[in-house]
């Protein structure tokens, strides 16, 4: 019998998980989220969907300090990202 483990390297590959990466990177983008609004949202104990941990991992979220707060947003790789798929529809 042979498993498989759903992880950063075998997760990009899913379907699922790349719809959510997506679905992930679209919300950061239509406005300023702190790290906690995003962890409330977006965190899970579940370790088959790694969405947060995958997006970070592939680089496409980035964080800066703005008057205090943790702001998320999509990194310039990200917003690439939403870019290609948005013209592939």
């Given at each position: 019998m042979k498993l498989e483990m759903s992880g950063a390297g075998n997760s990009a590959k899913d379907?699922?998980?790349?719809?959510?990466i997506?679905?992930?990177l679209q919300w950061l983008a239509n406005g300023e989220r702190t790290y906690e609004e995003?962890?409330?949202a977006w965190r899970t104990s579940c370790?088959?969907?790694?969405?947060w941990e995958d997006a970070?991992?592939?680089g496409l979220i980035a964080s800066e300090q703005v008057n205090g707060r943790k702001v998320i947003r999509p990194s310039s790789s990200g917003l690439a990202l939403l870019d290609q798929r948005s013209r592939r529809q």
């Open positions: 379907p699922v998980i790349e719809a959510l997506l679905d992930l995003v962890m409330e370790p088959r969907l790694t969405v970070n991992d592939r």
